[in-house]
């Protein structure tokens, strides 16, 4: 599987400790050589100074390819805009276009803000009215909780492709005519009952045959890591299968878990004398 590329999500921290946390996590995994790395961005704009300074130091510190989240939800088309520009003008050139989640949280209804973009195709079109940033969006493959059925969700996806964002959603997506990459989002499951609870809320499925690899392992981290990371390595083998040769890790800002997924797959950390010759 030498033909896999890998790219990690991180979250902006909150604290000094959870800082030096992401940095640690950060430093572990940038030998494996990602295509990019992206940064959350909080509900409402909530962690926006902390994302863009996180974003910033991964592209042009640490010198890896960098990707910043931005949503719709309660900002003006000015104040989102303005973002933007700051973010063109930190040399980042990859965003992550979301709607966002309600107030209330993702079961919560939905309101554009005044006077801002409503939805994720509308921030497509006035990112890149803006500037030729390489845009990323967001599919459900279990259909949004919001959505009415899954061909209304891959008409949303279509919306986004067709306002000039970067995706594919393989069979309903070609049918549609969405022809560019998908890269699938790869969640470990470091703590199950919370992943439990996140797939509810966001109407996903569990099989059964996962939960099972993780009953009576609760008091058990080490076992409870290697389920995790035997079931991830499988869901992206099966992915390969179907040909994906991307996969977009969310790494919680910790690497072990991660890194471990990477190494099962093939895809190890570049040699000293390697990362020198980047």
Avoid at 37 to 60: C, D, F, K, L, P
């Amino acid at each position: 599987m030498s033909d896999i590329t890998v790219s990690f999500e991180f979250f902006p921290p909150k604290t000094e400790k959870m800082e030096t946390q992401l940095w640690d996590a950060v430093e572990i995994l940038a030998p494996v050589a990602p295509s990019f790395m992206s940064v959350t961005y909080g509900a409402g704009g909530s962690t926006r100074e902390r994302t863009h300074a996180v974003v910033s130091r991964i592209q042009n510190e640490i010198g890896l390819p960098a990707a910043a989240h931005l949503t719709c939800v309660n900002a003006t088309r000015d104040e989102i805009d303005a973002i933007a520009d700051a973010y063109w003008q930190a040399g980042i050139r990859h965003i992550v276009a979301l709607r966002g989640d309600p107030p209330g949280g993702i079961g919560g209804a939905y309101a554009p803000a005044p006077g801002g973009y409503a939805y994720a195709s509308d921030l497509v079109g006035g990112l890149l009215a803006l500037h030729p940033f390489e845009i990323s969006v967001a599919a459900y493959p279990e259909c949004h909780p919001q959505a009415p059925d899954a061909l209304a969700d891959i008409d949303a996806l279509k919306r986004k492709i067709d306002a000039g964002a970067y995706g594919r959603f393989l069979d309903l997506a070609h049918k549609a005519g969405i022809t560019v990459p998908i890269v699938p989002g790869i969640l470990p499951l470091t703590n199950f009952e919370r992943a439990s609870e996140m797939a509810k809320s966001c109407g996903a499925h569990i099989p059964d045959s996962v939960r099972r690899r993780f009953d009576g392992l609760d008091a058990d981290p080490i076992a409870r890591q290697d389920a995790a990371t035997a079931v991830a390595t499988e869901l992206c083998r099966s992915l390969y299968g179907l040909g994906v040769r991307q996969f977009h890790f969310y790494t919680l800002n910790r690497a072990e878990l991660v890194l471990g997924i990477c190494r099962e797959l093939g895809v190890a950390p570049l040699s000293h004398q390697d990362q020198a010759n980047v």
